[in-house]
Nanobody, 123 residues
Framework: VQLQASGGGLVQAGGSLRLSCAAS????????MGWFRQAPGKEREYVSG????????YYADSVKGRFTIPRDYTKDSVYLQMNMLKPEDTAVYYC?????????????????WGQGTLVTVSS
């Protein structure tokens, strides 16, 4: 399984960005897809997750109401739509996929990780 993340960049506070994660190598019927981020000097933290089949979505409190996680079956892709960005959203963002039914917000749930994409939000 390979995950290819893209879409990071520099944006002003209050702006928007859309990250993409294209998956390949298998079908994802019972998988969970997630987004995590790691800011400089901080531990990696959960941002959002989605169950591939049901489409149930979950968000960390810090991004609830600002971020969404749509998916596209036809492209085996999941996205992170980020609106009303804040400087504290600055981080390297990672997409992940996993077959475990453990907590969707825990990194150990995920078997596969994409390379990170950097998001920088200026004040």
């Amino acid at each position: 399984v390979q995950l290819q993340a893209s879409g990071g960049g520099l944006v002003q506070a209050g702006g928007s960005l859309r990250l993409s994660c294209a998956a390949s190598g298998r079908t994802f019927g019972n998988y969970r897809m997630g987004w995590f981020r790691q800011a400089p000097g901080k531990e990696r933290e959960y941002v959002s997750g989605i169950t591939w089949t049901s489409g149930s979505v979950y968000y960390a409190d810090s991004v609830k109401g600002r971020f969404t996680i749509p998916r596209d079956y036809t492209k085996d892709s999941v996205y992170l739509q980020m609106n009303m960005l804040k400087p504290e959203d600055t981080a390297v963002y990672y997409c992940a996929a996993g077959s475990s039914r453990s907590n969707i917000g825990t990194s150990s749930t995920y078997n596969y990780w994409g390379q990170g994409t950097l998001v920088t939000v200026s004040s």
